[in-house]
Structure formats: C-alpha cells, structure tokens
C-alpha cells in the first residue's frame, strides 16, 4: 500500500492506492473526513455496483444511499446531474453528507461536480475502478460533464477528501482498457519520471499480466507525478498543461472519429506518437530517445489502426479548450522526463506529425 | 462614491458604490480584471436591456455578447443554466472570457454560478441593479440556482472580480421594492452596525426620498457590513451565519405563501419582527431596545399583512438548507448592533415568537 499527498493552496488529501481498501472504506472515510456522515451516497454505475456492493457495503453500519449513473460518455450530462441532484434532496442530504464517487472516469467526473455544486459544495471521495480513473481523473479536483457543444465544457475544481485506488477491482477490467489505460503512465513517465519509462519497459510482461506489486508501482509513480504537478499548479495556469502531453492530437483524433472508434487512453497513444515525431522534428529529443519512447508507447499496445485525412485532425486540434484566446498550444517532451509548452506550431509542421502518426497507424491496417 | 473591499482566503476584490459607473464600466473592468477580454458576455434580463443598454455599451469599443434571462424566479434553474451555458460555447467562449451580471438578485445568482462552472471558471463581475441585490447578494460570492425540491439547492462559491452598485439604477426601481430591499439594511444595522440604525431612524425621508448622499450612506454601510462578515467567514462555518437574522421565519413565510405573495424583503421583514420577539422573551435585547427596533421595521414598511397558521410557519422553519444535521438554527440580536447563534429554540418559543407577529400581521389588515 502505498500513500501519495496531495497539497495545493486549497485542499490537502491523501491518495491511496494498494489491495484492499473496498472492504475497509467506512472506517478510511472516517479517518480522511474526520468523521461518517449520517447521510452518505454512493454514485455508481449498475454493472460496477453488481460487482463490487457486497464488498463495499461490509463495513459501513448504515448502508449508503445508492445513486445510479447509466454507463456512457453521453449521460455525462446536465440532464444527468439535475436527476441526480434531486435525488439527493428528495433522499434529505444536507450540507454534511457525503458522497462516494465509485467507479470509471465519468463516474468520478459527475460525482465530483455533484459534491461540488450541492448545496454549493459538500465533501467526496474518489473509488476509482478503472486503470485510467486511478492514474489520472481521481485526483486533480477536475469535475464537470459535456454540453453538445463540446467535452468538458462545465464542470468545478472539486478537491475529494480522500481517494482510494483499489488495485483489486482491476481483475475484473478488460484487457484494452488497462493497456488504454496504461498509456497515462506512458505520459507521466515521458514528461515527469525517468524511472517510471525504464520501470514500464523492463517490465512490460508484469504490468500486463496484472502482477499486484508491478501494478502499484506503475500506478503509484502516475499519481505521484500527477499529484506533484497539481501541487505546483492547481488551476492549470502554467505547469499543469504539461499533462497534456499527446491530449492536443489525441483529442483531435476522438473527435475526428467521433468518440466511437477509439479509448481515451488510445487517442492519447496515438497523439504522444504525433507529439514526439513533433519534439523531434524541433530537436527537443534525440533520434535515439524518439525510437525509445516511440517503441514504449507500441510496447503497451496494440494501438487501434486509424484511417483519417491529415488535414481533418490537424483542423480539429483547434477546438481545444486550452487554448485560451486562439492560441495553440502544444506540449513536447524535452529529453526523457521533462517537458515544456510550445506556442509557434505552425500547420504544417502540425500537418507533418500528423502525417507521420497517420502513416504508422496505416502499416497496422496491414 | 465610495469603495469597499473585499478580502477572504480565496478573493480579494472592491465592491464600489455611487453614481455614473454603469456608464464607464469597460475602464472599470479593466483596471480590476487587468485586462478587457477579448469576448465579454452579459447575462441580463430583458427590461433591464431596454432601459440600460445604451448607457452601458457606451463605454465598450466591442459590445459586448447579450445573453437574456427571463424575469422570474421560475427561470431560476437548471434548464436556463444549460441553455445559457450552450450559447456561450456556440459564441466561442473561452477561459479568458470575461462574463457580466447585469440585474437584480436572480441575474446576479445565476450569472455567478454560469461563470463558476463554464469551463471549471471564469471570470466576472456584478452590477446590480436592485436595492436588494445591490446590499445583499453580489458581495460574497454565493451563486446558485433553484431545484423543485427547494431554493438555491445547487450552486457554487465564486467570487467576483469587483461589484459595481450603481445608485443611478435606482431611480426606476418600484417604491415597493426599495423599502423591501431596504429590510436588508435595517437587518446590516441592527446586527452589527449601531449608527446605521441611527442614521436609518433619523433620515427615514431622504431614504425613501431617494436622495443620493442619503441612499449612498446606506447601501455602503449595509456593503460594509457584510463584506466584513464574509472576510472573516467565506464559507458559512460561523459567523456568516448572523446574517440568516430575520430569514429563518422570512423562508417559511415565503414558503408557506409559495413564494407569490411575499417580496424577499418583507417576508424578511416579518422574520426580524418575530426573531427579535424571541430576543426579547430570552433577554438578549430589552423591552425598549425591542420597541425601538420593532419601529425601525416599520419606518421603512408598510410590510403587507398576512393571513397564516402560527403552526403551518413554524413548521416550515425546518426545511432551511442552514440546519445541519437536523438542528434549527436561529439568530438573534444581542442589544443593537451586535448578534448570536442559538440553537436550543423550542417548538413553543418558535410558536410564540410566530403567533407574536402574525398578530401584528392581521392587525394590519384592518
């Protein structure tokens, strides 16, 4: 078990990540948040809540108040909120009780929005199920849900007062969304951790194979590199865009396929490929270290094939919500563990990595 | 004109009341934004466009994007949010957008909370335009928005980037409105500012009157006041709380008539007249500081009268959002200028207070 601290100007909290913890979580809620509410719900998806009630329900005397989330990108949505949050005033929560965000990254997001706008903010924690959810959305204090108009258009910064990232729920996820997953661990360790790169590459038959101890070492490293970054930069003024490394592209690409053909974590993938072709090209990495990390990325693969025109995800990369005042902004690797934000990119050299990640992604359709 | 400050753990910005400032408001902005956004939206209401618009576009070299809210309570929701929230991103909003509330109590909640959760937060500033709005709700950061199940159910902490009160609006506002608005002053006054209640009962007609020096003195004093109160409790722990004084009994009242009968002011009003009732019976205040100020409520009525159950208001006192875990919260004043937190009432006290003021009630209705 291991116990990463976030501490930024506005919240101080514990991520822990380790076996375990479902079972134990009233009395770890008790600990973090000082004590059990009297009301505490529960914001979960049904194929989730089948799996796992019985084992999170053992330790609480009273039992949570369950509220369902259907499955899907898109019941991330105000509607769903509305629902949900009048479920909590019809169910009596007041500005003590408590919430559990339990299960995938939407889970998390619409939880943590939940507790952020109820009664103008009550406090949450974080029960990541899914590989990506623990490596990357539980902890941040990002929360929010779609508009038509685009992803993530709405939401807060939510601090959770505890987060607990139960290795042991992975056994039941399916092999793509762990190696999706695993492409945030890619990143962290690309812009943030020399050791994490080395660590993934020697020992790529563990990780997969879901050995415990490779797991937590993997998955502690992302969320330490994680929670350092948000420590120094919470609201994503300055530092924190560097978790954006492979999101510029890889956003594109989602959007480019219409959310339908690829993971998050895949988009991503394919976006770091784009994005290292990019710091080669402008020599913020060597050659040698481009077919390192380029190999890294395929090592924890396979990456969907894409068939796509260049110029529609070059266009698409303009949409993002990080760039503020038409700006495009672009994360490049700087050597191995480093990484800094470029604001020149110019078409075609955006056209150009593009065009390489496309070109790869083409050889896999064989 | 006169400029308080604002300063919590988490904003520090001047609230700045007197004449002429929605005519040089872009200036304004600038200095307390640092800069003028590239695209600023207002969030107003249709009547206070047509009165206002010219006036206040003078100022700007871009005019500004107009998003309307309806007028109403009604439209206090979640459906308006979403709805304004879409016509942002489709203008391309962005986080350096800058947003506007220009209006009374509801444009002010609303547009708070659109710019707390439109992309995790941007930036905004309040110009009210009632008395109300203009001495209670644009200073301290509260934002919100209605559920069926009860008022400001949802919402958020932002701060704004400065409050701008300009007197001039005032001229158009309905008699009816001021003196309700002006029960918010006289609740400033008598919890924590002794010479606002003296100025308040010795210039009764220049208030009312509408004379600007007299009408400035009030609005900056009743600003003050709460301004000092939120700098020392942002987020309603404890002090912050003395300024629910009169609202426990106003909130039933204004539920127990479904919200038709009873402007935000009188039924605060009514409030005050049976909390300082209970104050009396317990001893915090004497029988003739209870004559004084029971008269300095009725300086500024006439309150309209009521025809009610002791038992129905009573009963509706349970329902606040303040009462934690189940325990009801009430305010009283300790002397003049000065209150504290009981919350010990009896069911019987709560009756008597309540059958003490609708009383008084009917006796206004002759």
Chains 1, 2 share one sequence.
């Not at 799996?51 to 991330?76: T, Y």
């Not at 902890?139 to 990232?165: I, Y």
């Not at 038959?205 to 070492?217: I, T």
Request: hydrophobic letters at 45%.
């Amino acid at each position: 078990m291991q116990t990463i601290r976030v501490e930024t100007p506005s919240a101080k909290y514990d991520v822990v990540t380790g076996s375990g913890l479902i079972e134990t979580l009233a009395p770890r809620i008790e600990r973090a948040a000082g004590r059990l509410p009297r009301r505490v719900f529960v914001l979960t998806s049904a194929p989730i809540w089948a799996l796992w009630s019985h084992c999170m329900e053992q330790s609480f005397q009273d039992a949570p108040i369950v509220l369902f989330l259907e499955p899907g990108e898109k019941f991330k949505t105000l509607a769903s909120v509305e629902r949900l949050l009048r479920q909590m005033a019809q169910a009596g929560g007041d500005r003590g009780s408590l919430l559990i965000a339990f299960g995938g990254g939407i889970v998390g997001d619409v939880g943590g929005f939940l507790a952020a706008i109820y009664m103008r903010g009550i406090p949450y924690v974080q029960v990541p199920t899914t590989f990506l959810s623990q490596v990357d959305s539980s902890v941040g204090g990002k929360t929010g849900v779609n508009l038509p108009e685009g992803k993530n258009l709405v939401g807060s910064f939510h601090h959770p007062r505890a987060v607990f990232a139960d290795i042991g729920v992975l056994g039941t996820l399916p092999d793509r969304e762990l190696r999706a997953g695993l492409m945030e661990s890619v990143k962290a360790g690309i812009i943030r951790d020399r050791a994490l790169v080395r660590f993934m590459e020697e020992h790529v038959d563990e990780v997969l194979g879901r050995d415990p101890k490779a797991l937590e070492k993997v998955i502690a490293a992302s969320i330490r590199m994680k929670a350092g970054v948000v420590n120094l930069d919470e609201r994503e003024n300055g530092l924190r865009m560097i978790l954006n490394f492979g999101h510029t592209v890889g956003h594109a690409l989602e959007q480019a396929t219409a959310y339908k053909t690829l993971l998050h974590g895949e988009a991503v993938g394919w976006g770091m490929v784009a994005a290292l072709y990019l710091a080669r090209e402008r020599g913020t990495i060597s050659s040698k270290q481009f077919d390192r990390l380029e190999n890294l990325v395929h090592l924890y693969g396979p990456l969907p094939a894409l068939k796509l025109k260049a110029a529609k995800v070059a266009a698409a990369t303009g949409g993002d919500k990080k760039n503020v005042g038409g700006v495009k902004r672009f994360v490049l690797p700087v050597g191995i563990g480093d990484a800094g934000v470029v604001e020149d990119v110019t078409p075609a050299e955006l056209e150009g990595a593009v065009g390489y990640m496309l070109a790869k992604a083409a050889e896999l359709r064989g």
